[in-house]
């Protein structure tokens, strides 16, 4: 696809008047020209029992569900005197509807390089854990686009669904946040249907590519898949019932929101932002 301008400087967060988000910190609400107090942290229903994850040497997680003792309505906090420059990894973790798991952030804003969410469902992911505006922030450095390199900030895929992802600052990668499953030589993704993700009050800026890539532009599995020596047209996961709303959207070299395959149930997009998008 060609690319008619680079993107425009980021918009300053800070000046955006704040009548039009839902994510400011408390205020004085004595004053006339208050806007109503967000609720405070612990709504957010944190648990019990909360694992504090500290990044390895080389600034990396990675945590498999199948090896890892927790329970639904778990918390998992990382902590902003840690950085992850590298990558954040949770595979098969699952919580509940009425018990989803929490990662949130404690301290401050928590800088990651990128993260991936695979074969995981009820699950919420919130930068909610301070007083910062985003609490979560998603930063590479090193993206560009020609030639092409860098990852989504946030990548969810596989056997997933049901993930809330709220009040993350996206900056400066090559995807904003990625949900799909392309035709796959595991058939049976094919059968799995991606549902039930709320994306709200994030703050995506300066991505090469999409902001929001949901769900493959090849509905009807057209591209060749190459499986086991043999080419095979294998359709792609299918998307539904997905709410997006109170996002700030600036300098996406491609769409701000793309939306597809999302053939099952009712899905939302209201009430953002978006500006200089090509």
């Given at each position: 696809r060609k690319i008619n301008s680079a993107p425009q400087p980021?918009?300053?967060?800070?000046?955006?008047?704040?009548?039009?988000?839902?994510?400011?910190?408390?205020?004085?609400?004595?004053?006339?020209d208050t806007v109503v107090k967000q609720p405070p942290v612990d709504t957010i229903k944190i648990s019990s029992a909360k694992?504090?994850?500290?990044?390895?040497?080389?600034?990396?997680t990675y945590i498999n569900g199948y090896n890892y003792s927790y329970q639904p309505g778990d918390t998992f906090v990382l902590k902003n005197i840690y950085r992850w420059p590298f990558y954040f990894t949770?595979?098969?973790?699952?919580?509940?509807a009425q018990k989803p798991l929490v990662l949130i952030n404690e301290g401050g804003q928590v800088v990651l390089y990128k993260s991936n969410f695979n074969n995981c469902t009820n699950?919420?992911?919130?930068?909610?854990?301070?007083?910062?505006?985003?609490?979560?922030?998603?930063?590479?450095p090193d993206a560009q686009l020609s030639p092409s390199k860098g990852s989504p900030g946030i990548c969810i895929a596989g056997y997933s669904d049901s993930i809330e992802i709220e009040r993350?600052?996206?900056?400066?990668?090559?995807?904003g946040i990625w949900i799909k499953n392309d035709g796959s030589c595991d058939s049976s993704l094919a059968k799995?249907?991606?549902?039930?993700?709320?994306?709200?009050?994030?703050?995506?800026?300066?991505?090469?590519?999409?902001?929001?890539?949901?769900?493959?532009?090849?509905?009807?599995?057209?591209r060749i898949t190459v499986c086991n020596g043999q080419q095979l047209h294998i359709k792609p996961s299918y998307l539904g019932d997905f709410k997006i709303y109170n996002n700030i959207i600036d300098s996406s070299y491609r769409s701000a929101i793309q939306l597809s395959c999302a053939s099952s149930g009712r899905s939302f997009i209201y009430r953002n932002i978006i500006t200089r998008v090509g």
């Open positions: 980021p918009v300053d967060s800070t000046k955006i008047p704040v009548d039009t988000i839902k994510i400011e910190p408390p205020v004085d609400t004595t004053k006339k694992h504090y994850l500290i990044p390895a040497a080389d600034g990396s949770l595979d098969n973790f699952h919580g509940t699950i919420k992911i919130s930068g909610a854990g301070s007083g910062d505006r985003f609490g979560f922030k998603f930063y590479q993350c600052e996206i900056y400066h990668t090559f995807y799995w249907l991606l549902k039930g993700f709320n994306i709200h009050d994030n703050y995506l800026h300066t991505t090469f590519e999409e902001a929001m890539y949901l769900g493959t532009t090849d509905p009807n599995g057209v």
